[in-house]
């Protein structure tokens, strides 16, 4: 067994780089942005711009190869640059990226790996979600969104929904069915790369719980050409929803000496947030005791503290690639009770969104308001229902 | 710089061969026998588990043990979770050899540690007493100097084994102000003058006793770490032991798991196997969640403790986690079982009325919350 983080020198040097430029780049007043749960105008603009800035330094995918905009970084020091981003608590780029960039390096052409990935590297191509329908959302290879051939394009009708940001991104990958016969479900489903700004493709918002835009996405008669397909026909469901199939992603050694030294990983995101919710506690008297000091915070804290610490290490059992739907439904469960005890902790004045009488600047008011979109991606009786058939092989 | 939950291909390996030793020598019908008797663990048992060298495994070569580490017990105690072998190996092993090596004195090393590793000195602890605590707070029990000795007054409550031990390795208050800490910890030999003992009725059908001290004399050289100061090194070689306790848990929760999900397939009613209700599959997916939660936390906090860095905020996590999860995961197996597992025989109640001992053995899941907070500076 091992648990241990180390760092060299050189990726120090790195790190050091990192903090500087950031410190340059981002203004304290830009940390925590969520692409996907914000409208700031003023916020948005200003990321547009600082994902092209980070894109400049080859930072969006430091690991990607340099022919696609990535500086061939080790997993080591691509791990230091997140770090730095994730301790600013730095916006990451808009959109499905993080899904469509593996896909594309995976199963895309030459041509598309040339058209999409230097783009995406460089923070101007950003992809909108066209999966889930109003009909199929946990199930969704029942969807009825259609393909047809005609001649050298497909033409694709149908509709999709809870589009998050849609309205912000560029491009949509959109599956669609592309054999007539209703019944192969996912069989039947192949994935189509078009730009947002196509004629066929009406947005109309649906305003979220939690501060998002997401969208209602018309497709009528968009006009793909057959060279925007994404993987085989047919073959959608396998090869971009399970990441089955393709060519491996390249990965690329670094060349650091060391000597190695152990260093401890700074807290972020539910440890940032619990970090700061025990300062307030500290800091805060209620009924004439201070927070910390109440025995049901301190074991209301301390709840939080082991859920958090779950997580964690989840995350490590992730990074040595085992684990699976178990990992998802954990971590699903987890966030609706994490935000509440949050909630509870803070009482009353937790309602406050903003102002002086707002604790912790209105952040568990947000976290609260989006655990509410925790089915993103399915929901957490879904990821139980497999749990209970795959891993433990209960009937269906 | 890594990653790897996993155990080493030695520590496997031990693991193997405790759950094929296990499964042959403590099948359930065995486990009842122990419990019927107030001996409370197999005498041929704790000799075999010597000559597998399982009960030196922590200790120095030096006094007789194979300096192993930590990590090492991890496998041992999951497997002992999975078969519910009755054994004194955590107070002994886990928290006598452990508080011994940390805190005792060369002559006590020597004394006790080869004894310990070669089966023939068993050791209770004798921390608990009227009002349930554990820890300093609820301490009564006297240990008053007089010349070179100290004369122990008091009763400890759910003393494990206490009719086989050599030693009672027993927390006493030497210092009259009640708010000092003025706890020392003290090497009972358990065949002194003016010991008595009173098995105690108790859920789990534990070897437990309530040990009345009544002017017992204890020599001075008998005392374990320093007067007044005895608990911190007590401390933590509970908390050391509540980790291993920790793997028990999940080692008896794997067992439960393979049981309910057996269960659940082979069941029908309404014509359908009861695992195909979702209602059911929340259930039977609680146990695996439940256990494969503790398991990580309890791994890291042991590798924490083998690898020598600061661990009391991740053994705090993983042995308060622990606790709530045997509670929980039995619950929910019962569940699933219905009527046919609240009939004793049913080998399911073997583990669910264990779960409340280890629910509370060696402090419940507040106390380790409390040590949390104080870990986090809360």
Known sequence: MDISFTTTPKLEALRREVRAWLAEELPQQFEGFQWDFEEDPERWRFYREFWKRQGAKRWLEPAWPREFGGAEMSPREARVVREEFERRRAGGLAGIGMLVGPTILRLGTDEQKAAFLPGMAAGEIMWAEGYTEPDSGSDLASLRTRAVRDGDEWVIDGQKTFCTAGHHCNWIIIAARTDPDDTKRHKGISYFLAPMDSHGIELRPLLNLADGRQNLVFLDGLRVPENRMLGDLNQGWQQVWFGLGGQPIPTFESNDPGPDEEYELEPTGQAWVLDQLVQYCRATTRGGTLLSEDAVVRMQLTDLAIGVEIEKMLQYEGACAYGGHLHSAITKEFQPEFAQRCTEILGPLGQIQSGVWAPLAGEIDRIYRRSFGNHAGGTSQVKRMVVATRSLGLPR | ?378
Not at chain 2, 169 to 190: I, K, N, Q
Not at chain 2, 288 to 296: K, N, T, V
Not at chain 2, 339 to 351: K, M, Q, S, Y
Request: aromatic share 8%; hydrophobic share 45%.
């Open chain 2, 1 to 378: 710089m890594a990653i790897d939950l996993t155990l080493d291909d030695h520590q496997l390996l031990v693991q193997r061969s405790a759950f094929e030793y296990f499964q042959k020598r403590y099948p359930p019908y065995v486990v009842r026998d122990i419990e019927d008797g107030h001996v409370g663990y197999l005498p041929d048992g704790w000799q075999e588990m010597a000559a597998l060298g399982w009960l030196g495994i922590t200790i120095p070569e030096a006094y007789g043990g194979t300096g192993g580490s930590f990590l090492d017990l991890y496998p041992i105690y999951e497997e002992m979770g999975r078969f519910l072998v009755p054994s004194p190996h955590l107070d002994t092993v886990a928290i006598a050899a452990n508080t011994i090596l940390a805190a005792g004195t060369e002559a006590q090393r020597e004394r006790v540690l080869p004894a310990i590793a070669d089966g023939t000195c068993i050791v209770s602890l004798a921390v608990v007493e009227r009002d349930g605590t554990f820890g300093p707070a609820g301490i009564a029990c006297t240990a008053r100097p007089r010349g070179g000795d100290f004369v122990v007054n008091g009763t400890k409550l759910l003393v494990g084994y206490a009719s086989s031990a050599d030693f009672l390795l027993c927390a006493v208050r030497t210092e009259g102000d009640p708010e000092r800490d003025g706890v020392s910890v003290l090497l009972v030999p358990a065949d002194a003058a003016g010991i008595s003992r009173t098995p105690i009725p108790n859920i789990a059908g534990n070897a437990l006793y309530a040990v009345t001290f009544d002017d017992v004399v204890v020599p001075g050289e008998n005392l374990l770490g320093p007067q007044d100061g005895g608990w911190p090194a007590l401390s933590e070689a509970t908390t050391r032991a509540a980790v291993l306790q920790t793997a028990t848990i999940v080692g008896a929760a794997r067992a439960v798991l393979d049981m309910t999900n057996q269960y659940a397939k082979d069941r029908e009613q309404f014509g359908s196997p009861i695992g195909r209700y979702q209602a059911v599959q929340y259930l039977v997916s609680d146990i695996l969640i439940d256990l494969h939660r503790a398991d990580l936390l309890a791994k890291q906090a042991a590798y924490r403790i083998d690898a020598g860095k600061d661990y009391e905020r991740e053994a705090a996590i993983a042995i308060a986690f622990g606790k709530k999860a045997a509670a929980h995961l039995h619950r929910q197996a019962h569940e699933v079982h219905a009527g046919v597992a609240f009939i004793v025989e049913h080998d399911l109640t073997l583990f669910s009325l264990r779960a409340k001992y280890w629910e509370n053995n060696l402090g419940d899941a507040r106390y380790y919350q409390e040590q949390l907070a104080a870990a986090m500076r809360i």
